[in-house]
C-alpha cells in the first residue's frame, strides 16, 4: 500500500491557523448585541458545516483534495465557537440525557470498532461513529461534568498533551513505518513519545496558568 506522508496529518493545524488569524474578524462581525451575534455565528456555523456535508458529494476530480481544504474542514471550530458562545443555553440539558447520549454513543462507537477488521471496507463507519462523541463531548464541557476517578485522571492527562501526542501518531500509525498489526503498539507509542515531547518542547512555552495545568497532569 501506499505510505501516507509523515507530516501530511499536519493540514489540520494550518487550519486551526487560518481560523485564528480570522476569530478577531468574526467577533468584531459578530460585535456585541446577541441578536447580531447569533446571526453572524450562527449564519457561518451554517454555511461551513454545510460545505463540510456537501464536500463528500463532490465528484472525485473536483479540488483534489477539497476535504483538506479551510472551508470544508473549519466547522468543528466554527462549532466549537459557537458552543462556548452558548455555554449556558446549552447547560440547560437534563443531566439524565446528556448521561443517556454519552451512553449511547459509547455503545456505538464500541460496536463500530469491529468494522476496523474489515480494513478500508469499514473506514467510513469508523470514522463516522468516532464523530458522534462530539456530542456526549460538548454536553458534559459545557454542563460542567468532567468524567471522574481514575479514569477521568487519565482522560485529563492525555487532553493535556494531546497536541504533542497528535504530532506523532501518523510517523507511528498509517505511514507503514510499522506492520499494519503493530498500528496498536504505534499509538501507544505515540503516546509516550508525545508525552516527552509535551515535557521539553511544549510545556516550557506555555503560559503561567497553562503550565500550572500541564505540570499538574
Known amino acids: 500500500p501506499k505510505a501516507a506522508p509523515v507530516l501530511g496529518h499536519l493540514w489540520s493545524l494550518a487550519c486551526e491557523m487560518q481560523f485564528y488569524l480570522l476569530a478577531p474578524l468574526i467577533y468584531l462581525a459578530g460585535g456585541t448585541a446577541a441578536g447580531r451575534r447569533n446571526l453572524v455565528f450562527g449564519g457561518l456555523l451554517f454555511v461551513l458545516a454545510g460545505l463540510g456535508a456537501v464536500e463528500p458529494l463532490l465528484p472525485n476530480d473536483f479540488m483534489y483534495g477539497a476535504k483538506y481544504h479551510f472551508e470544508f474542514a473549519v466547522w468543528p471550530m466554527m462549532l466549537g465557537l459557537f458552543c462556548e458562545y452558548k455555554k449556558t443555553w446549552f447547560a440547560k440539558v437534563s443531566s439524565r440525557l446528556t448521561s443517556l447520549v454519552t451512553w449511547i454513543t459509547l455503545v456505538v462507537c464500541a460496536v463500530c470498532l469491529v468494522p476496523m477488521l474489515l480494513g478500508d471496507r469499514g473506514k467510513v463507519l469508523v470514522v463516522a461513529s468516532g464523530a458522534l462523541l462530539l456530542l456526549p463531548c460538548c454536553l458534559t464541557y459545557v454542563a460542567g461534568k468532567p468524567m471522574e476517578h481514575r479514569a477521568g485522571g487519565v482522560f485529563r492527562w492525555l487532553g493535556v498533551r494531546t497536541y504533542s501526542i497528535y504530532l506523532?501518531?501518523?510517523?507511528?500509525?498509517?505511514?507503514?513505518?510499522?506492520?499494519?498489526?503493530?498500528?496498536?503498539?504505534?499509538?501507544?507509542?505515540?503516546?509516550?513519545?508525545?508525552?516527552?515531547?509535551?515535557?521539553?518542547?511544549?510545556?516550557?512555552?506555555?503560559?503561567?496558568?497553562?503550565k500550572n495545568v500541564g505540570g499538574r497532569a
Not at 169 to 189: D, K, N, S
Not at 191 to 203: D, I, K, N, Q, T
Open 168 to 210: 506523532w501518531q501518523q510517523p507511528f500509525t498509517i505511514c507503514f513505518f510499522l506492520p499494519v498489526a503493530w498500528w496498536p503498539a504505534g499509538v501507544l507509542a505515540s503516546v509516550a513519545v508525545g508525552a516527552l515531547w509535551f515535557r521539553w518542547f511544549e510545556l516550557p512555552f506555555l503560559s503561567a496558568s497553562r
